[in-house]
């Protein structure tokens, strides 16, 4: 609250002209910004905020961007009641409210009379000078919207990985009871858009933990009942029996801009609000008709880009990455690609979880290709999205055409 009481006294020793809104912004711009900051910067109520709009129509678009003249709502309460469905008291209520946080001016006659002629009534000039702080404050809860929706794609990561892990260990019959508790405790996909932040923070981290510990423990159990590891298998292998891709080209040149190839797949994991964190449990399952490509963490990275790898490095610090390793830090990328939240979700509702961040490692790969060099690689995700709804994409082949290409590279 210090920089709206600074705007507020910057406004009271303001002597050149009334303050006007920023050049590009009119009333209804300026009307849509204070709708967005007024819940969490001024904490008003939707009441308040509606009779705020109401009043703040009233004057013409031109008074909010001349020096010369103060926009004034002249309209005594019981019109503003009238207009809002309200009672003249809770009208009454919200402008003495809007007046404490420094919102409005009311200057009235002495019997409460307001009037265009006598100069009389709700004035926003102080609202005019709050437009700086208002844009910085957008930004800022962009910023943190931004955040929670990257911790919790990523903690949807954790919590389908978890699972698939949790189910192998039960299935080799080992006792999981102590990491299904701790399972069980994690908040659902609802609550984790109302957590505090750096209570998400501390969620999300414990998650990955608790993922990584056991998959360790999934791997050395596998090794000591089988004398070998699950994620050892050092080749892209379709696994399932009826697989019958309509496409067999794997890589179509294109360039930059134009629609992704048919024979690409992409997704990435699901939104946060719109999470459908049960339908990526079973992606990890294979199901009868969809692509099930048995990968492991060194083949994926060997197949990241370079910027993708760099991500990895940071989380392995070392040593060798497994596919949670590789899933977790492409989804860390998707801010970095410009890939929205829209073009992510829809991905990994049509492909699946799994899928979708194999598609999302081609995308981001494709950025260095020559013959292809995506550079917008949320349009070309939406393409793969595409083909995979319209039943044209292969995926393997795609993977296939990566690796050759990264193959070659390393000659």
Same mark, same amino acid.
């Given at each position: ?53 109401? $009043? ?6 031109? &008074?909010?961007? =001349?020096?010369? !003249?103060?926009?004034? #709502?002249?309209? /005594? ?56 702080? $208002? ?6 809860? &962009?910023?943190? =919207?931004?955040? !929670?929706?990257?911790? #919790?794609?990523? /903690? ?256």
């Amino acid at each position: 609250m210090h920089s709206i009481a600074a705007r507020i006294e910057q406004y009271d020793h303001h002597t050149e002209g009334f303050p006007t809104l920023p050049d590009g912004m009119e009333r209804d711009g300026f009307i849509r910004l204070f709708e967005n900051v007024a819940p969490t910067m001024f904490n008003l109520t939707d009441a308040e905020i509606s009779t705020f709009v109401r $009043m703040a129509e009233d004057p013409r678009p031109s &008074d909010w961007k =001349s020096p010369d !003249r103060e926009p004034c #709502c002249y309209r /005594r309460q019981g019109e503003i009641a009238a207009r809002r469905s309200k009672s003249r008291y809770s009208i009454a209520r919200h402008e003495k409210r809007l007046a404490d946080v420094g919102l409005i001016d009311k200057r009235t006659m002495a019997h409460g009379g307001r009037s265009g002629f006598d100069g009389c009534g709700v004035f926003f000039s102080r609202a005019i000078a709050l437009v700086p702080a $208002m844009l910085a404050h957008q930004h800022q809860q &962009d910023a943190l =919207s931004k955040e !929670r929706n990257l911790l #919790c794609n990523t /903690r949807s990561i954790h919590k389908g990985h978890l699972k698939a892990a949790i189910n192998d260990l039960a299935d080799l019959g080992a006792d999981t009871s102590q990491i299904e508790a701790e399972y069980e405790a994690w908040p659902d996909a609802r609550q984790l858009r109302r957590i505090d932040m750096d209570d998400l923070r501390q969620h999300v981290a414990e998650a990955d933990l608790l993922t990584q510990q056991t998959i360790i423990l999934l791997d050395e159990t596998e090794n000591m009942q089988h004398g070998c590891s699950t994620s050892a298998t050092p080749y892209i292998q379709d696994t399932t029996q009826d697989f019958n891709p309509v496409c067999n080209a794997s890589v179509d040149k294109r360039s930059a801009g134009k629609p992704a190839h048919s024979g690409f797949v992409g997704s990435e994991p699901n939104g946060p609000e719109h999470c459908r964190e049960k339908d990526d449990e079973k992606s990890c399952e294979t199901s009868k008709g969809e692509i099930r490509l048995k990968l492991s963490g060194p083949i994926l990275y060997g197949l990241a880009s370079p910027d993708m790898q760099l991500y990895i490095d940071a989380r392995t610090c070392g040593r060798q990455p497994t596919e949670h390793d590789v899933s977790a830090a492409a989804v860390q990328m998707l801010p970095e690609l410009g890939i929205n939240q829209t073009a992510w979700r829809d991905a990994c509702e049509v492909m699946g979880h799994n899928d979708a961040l194999l598609a999302l490692i081609i995308t981001d790969a494709n950025r260095f290709t020559p013959e292809i060099r995506v550079q917008n690689p949320g349009g070309y995700l939406r393409g793969m999205t595409n083909a995979a709804r319209n039943g044209t994409l292969n995926l393997v082949g795609s993977l296939k055409a990566l690796a050759e290409r990264k193959d070659q590279q390393n000659r």
